[in-house]
Every structure is written in structure tokens, then in C-alpha cells.
């Protein structure tokens, strides 16, 4: 799996308002060789009149010529843990761009600074 990529992945059946069901999801560790594990940032499609916290945004007519909403929020603070067996399909759907890895970034970041 390739770090910054986004992949489709099934987060599964969760309690209360925890984030599940199939969604795409930005990679971003390297699996781990001892449980096949890694780290993911879900994305979720970004509707018009509605307040996104705790990520940022990211323009899907970059990556994709006709994308089926034209922005997704990139959910940090929904940052979760997977197994591999949790991605539907193995094919990378895009790779983030730099400009897009620094957001990522940026609200990891933040996301650490708010924990402490």
C-alpha cells in the first residue's frame, strides 16, 4: 500500500457515531510487519452547508476526471487504525499531491497539539 494514497476501505459496523461503512481512506503509515496494521484518515464526501472540523479539504477534480462530488473532507481527528483485510480493492484510487500532504500534515499536527 502506498503512503498518501487513498484506497477504498470497509471501516466496518461501529458504535454510536463512530465513523463505518465503506469509504475511501488516505493511507498513511507503512504496515506493520508484525499485526498488518496501519494507519488511516477516512474521507467523506463534503455537502454544501455543512461545518467540517478536524481535517481539511481536498479538490477531487485533481485526481480524477470526473469525480462523483467535486470535494471530500479529509477526516484527521476520525484517524483510526485497520487491518489490510479491511481494503476492498488493493488498487490505489490516487496518490495526494504535495500541496495535499502538507495539509495532511498540518492537521496531524494540530491534531497531536490538541491532545496535549
Known amino acids: 500500500m502506498e ?3 487513498v484506497y477504498l476501505i470497509n471501516f466496518g459496523t461501529n ?3 463512530e465513523f463505518n461503512g465503506q469509504h475511501y481512506g488516505i493511507i498513511i503509515s507503512e504496515k506493520s510487519k508484525k ?3 496501519m494507519l488511516v484518515v477516512p474521507l467523506t464526501s463534503k ?3 455543512i461545518k467540517y ?9 485533481k485526481y480524477q476526471k470526473e469525480p462523483s462530488c ?3 473532507f479529509a477526516k484527521v481527528r476520525k484517524l483510526r487504525e485497520i487491518d489490510k483485510n479491511r481494503i476492498i480493492k488493493k488498487k490505489l484510487i490516487f496518490s495526494l499531491d504535495d500541496e495535499d500532504i502538507d495539509k495532511l500534515k498540518k492537521s ?3 491534531l497531536i497539539i490538541c491532545l496535549k
Do not use: M
Open 47 to 49: 455537502k454544501k452547508g
Open 108 to 110: 496531524l499536527k494540530e
Open 3 to 5: 503512503i498518501h494514497g
Open 53 to 61: 472540523r478536524g481535517g481539511f479539504t481536498i479538490d477531487n477534480t
Open 35 to 37: 499485526d498488518e496494521t
Open 15 to 17: 458504535v454510536g457515531k
Open 70 to 72: 467535486l470535494s471530500s
